[in-house]
């Protein structure tokens, strides 16, 4: 069975702090990895996704991540957080046919 | 307007009755998918459905109920609520060809008294 690891639950930065958030997943076989955005009180939204060829993928907002198939990771990345950023971000995983999401980082960006 | 769309937004029942969240898209993606939203657990797949007619359990099937006739809805309903059933319920959807990224309604606030 597949599983998704977000072992930061809720992380505090300043404004113009750099961001990395971790994501770890256990599947055996090929995997489509992506990160979603639930900006409060709104619905999911897709930040970024991979699928094959360059492990190192950018996505909206100034959002990137690295696929590391070694160890198991596609942890996300922003070099300059801003206030706008403050959401909850959820990591996921499609081994199959379905996908299988993290628990979920809330991020609190202070002004 | 195109898109996925729930209703109703906000529930309020009591345990014991049934209850019905709508879910209902204009893409005719084939594949429809219910999650519920807790603190500490992120999104849990409920039910998901690849066609008309074809449904499947999730991770936390317990206490749901599916049905999905025509392709653009897929209804989930609670036959007898319970306090644990007290959850943010979202919809998603995608197209069958391209497992590209699911599209998710604005979900629906329940709260089982």
């Known amino acids: 069975a597949q599983s998704v690891s977000q072992h930061n639950h809720h992380v505090i930065l300043s404004e113009a702090a750099s961001l990395e958030l971790g994501c770890n997943y256990s599947y055996g076989g090929t995997v489509n990895l992506f990160w979603y955005v639930q900006y409060p009180g709104q619905h999911l939204q897709l930040l970024l996704k991979y699928f094959s060829g360059d492990p190192l993928v950018k996505g909206i907002k100034g959002f990137e991540a690295e696929f590391i198939k070694s160890k198991f990771s596609f942890n996300l990345r922003k070099p300059s957080v801003q206030w706008s950023d403050t959401a909850e971000y959820f990591c996921?995983?499609?081994?199959?046919?379905?996908?299988?999401f993290g628990t979920g980082t809330r991020l609190t960006i202070i002004p | 307007d195109a898109g996925i769309t729930q209703s109703p937004r906000y529930k309020i029942t009591e345990t014991g009755r049934q209850v019905t969240l709508m879910c209902h898209q204009t893409w005719s993606h084939s594949y429809m998918f219910w999650y519920r939203q807790d603190l500490g657990h992120g999104l849990r797949l409920i039910y998901y459905?690849?066609?008309?007619?074809?449904?499947d359990k999730g991770e936390v099937p317990d206490g749901y109920v599916v049905s999905r006739s025509k392709t653009e809805n897929f209804p989930l309903t609670l036959e007898s609520a319970t306090r644990s059933q007290t959850s943010v319920y979202f919809c998603a959807s995608i197209e069958r060809t391209s497992y590209n990224e699911q599209f998710f309604g604005p979900g629906t606030r329940l709260t089982v008294l």
């Open positions: 459905s690849a066609a008309a007619d074809i449904t």
């Open positions: 996921a995983v499609k081994g199959n046919e379905k996908l299988t």
